[in-house]
């Protein structure tokens, strides 16, 4: 490209180009089983009930679902449902229903970041947040994980510090449940300190619930939502693994100050009509819960065949940690073994 019409682009614009998210994988052969990413198995696409849903929306409903329009209010009332089983009495003006996750993490650094901020993430952590963060010029402090989610205690030392310097964090980004990549999910002990840290240096916590309803064993932690009673938790939502990634349908669930300002950076609008009225008719009349369910038993089966393998081909010195659910299992290779010699 020549060099002055490179200087016509903000500077945000002018950093090397990363290849999107899931660019690997388009085109790839169909026989490979990709280990990349956390890949849905598109075996279990509920094709004909979202077919069927599509005939009954154009049919009964096309002019309204077909026409500009905002959010379809039905869609919000199935929002609604999930936050409450969720524990979270959330109100419409609680919610920011979006064009999947991803949007929505990608307005967080146009609301809350100015080049050179601090935002916090775990280490290791979901890599589409991280460009996101990273692109919007937000200077990242990761915070390990163990087998019991974020070390929160490290978390503390890390505002501490930052609060020495006269350093706000902008917000704190975590995966709680089944966390990606690390299969792990956030003890209740640290959960109240994270939350009891957020109130008491005020940082906003978002927290990324993608694979919450995929529980294999055990009974399920409260979201960070749930317990937050000041306010400080962004809870955030989506379709794509409990229906299909090609939906693109998310939320964004928290203060009303907090969903506010995130609509007005959406510059899509809102989530179409035939879209919203697509996806609420097929989480209707109990399909949804149902089709979590059969998720939840092909993703355990997968879960333990992916465990038996390992047992019986990995080297005993290898680390293993089961997950209680979700797309992710985590090893750690003895030393002096290095993965990227492996790879």
Known sequence: MRPLLETLFARRAQAVIPPPVG????????????????????????????????????????????????????LIEV???????????????????????????????????????VVIVEGPTFMGAV???????????????????MVVDRLEEV??????QGIPPRFIYTIPTFHNPRGCTLSWPRRQKLLQLAAEYGVVVVEDEAYYDLRFVGDPLPSLAALDKEGWVLHVGTFSKIVAPGVRVGWACGHPEIIRRLEMFRSEGSLGPFLGRVVARYCGEGRLESHIQLLIRRYREKCHLMLEAIAQCFPPEVKVEAPGGGFFIWCELPPPLSANTLL
């Not at 069927?52 to 077909?66: C, F, I, N, W």
Request: hydrophobic letters at 45%; a negative charge; proline letters at 6%.
């Open 23 to 74: 660019a690997e994988i388009a085109g790839a052969v169909p026989v490979v089983t990709s280990f990349t990413f956390g890949l849905a198995d598109p075996r279990l696409f509920p094709k004909a009930d979202l077919a069927r849903a599509t005939a009954e929306v154009l049919a009964e409903d096309g002019d309204a679902a077909l026409n500009y329009g905002g959010t379809f209010a039905g």
């Open 79 to 117: 929002v609604q449902q999930l936050m409450r089983a969720r524990g979270v009495e959330a109100q419409p003006e609680n919610l920011l229903i979006g064009y999947g996750s991803g949007q929505i993490l990608g307005l967080l650094p146009q609301v809350f970041v100015e080049p050179g901020d």
């Open 131 to 149: 460009s996101r963060f990273a692109a919007a010029g937000a200077r990242l402090i990761s915070i390990p994980v163990d087998g019991e989610g």
């Open 159 to 164: 505002l501490r510090e930052l609060a020495r």
